[in-house]
């Protein structure tokens, strides 16, 4: 049994099989390309180590931190989603390995691709409701992790840089919801994560009680 269970993850597996069909939505390297293409993937500032905007005030340009295995880059998306309201905002994330990995190790770059996606996602949730300089909770309750693809395709090769396209379509009673799509280089959508957290500012009295 599964006593004072705080968060569940949900992962789906399966064989590779041949696509009859492919469907997805436009690629953000589409989508967004007059912000896109203003400037290099690197020419980013470097994805903050906790991305509130209280201590990106303090310590502006910190840099990347000891955060393994990925090379990330946050796109400034600030005039974008400012007249915008927050499920209609977006962040977008470059990334891809600092070192490679086996290609033949499929399962370690599908990891690492969840690993990436659930990077500062309920600090930018914060962020975006104005809790940036007085966030109190913010806790993943639940996270799921789907591939859309056969696994070799998640595969991270070269130097080509990845795109993580957050929003958070949901947010009441202190509880958000984020989806996270997972881009590769050539604008195929590989992945998606969903995440219900907890997100409140330090002000705010849950009331809650003492037991699940």
Not at 36 to 43: A, G, N, Q, T
Request: charged fraction near 25%; hydrophobic fraction near 35%; include cysteine.
């Amino acid at each position: 049994p599964l006593d004072n269970t705080c968060l569940t993850c949900l992962v789906t597996f399966k064989r590779p099989v041949p696509s009859p069909d492919d469907v997805q939505d436009t690629p953000p390297q589409e989508r967004y390309r007059h912000i896109l293409s203003s400037r290099k993937p690197d020419e980013w500032d470097p994805c903050p180590q906790a991305d509130l905007d209280g201590l990106k005030a303090k310590f502006p340009n910190a840099g990347h931190g000891a955060f393994p295995i990925l090379d990330m880059y946050k796109v400034d998306m600030t005039a974008f989603n400012a007249d915008k309201p927050i499920p209609d905002r977006r962040e977008l994330i470059y990334y891809r390995l600092l070192k490679p990995i086996p290609k033949e190790d499929v399962n370690a770059h599908v990891v690492t691709h969840a690993f990436e996606a659930d990077r500062n996602s309920l600090f930018m949730l914060g962020n975006h409701l104005g809790y940036g300089h007085d966030l109190g909770i913010a806790a993943s309750l639940s996270y799921s992790f789907y591939v859309h693809v056969n696994a070799e395709e998640a595969v991270m090769e070269g130097d080509g840089w990845w795109i993580q396209e957050a929003s958070w379509s949901r947010f009441s009673a202190g509880r958000g919801a984020m989806e996270s799509r997972m881009w590769s280089p050539e604008g195929k959508h590989v992945a998606t994560g969903y995440q219900d957290g907890i997100v409140l500012p330090m002000t705010a009295k849950p009331g809650r009680e003492t037991k699940l």
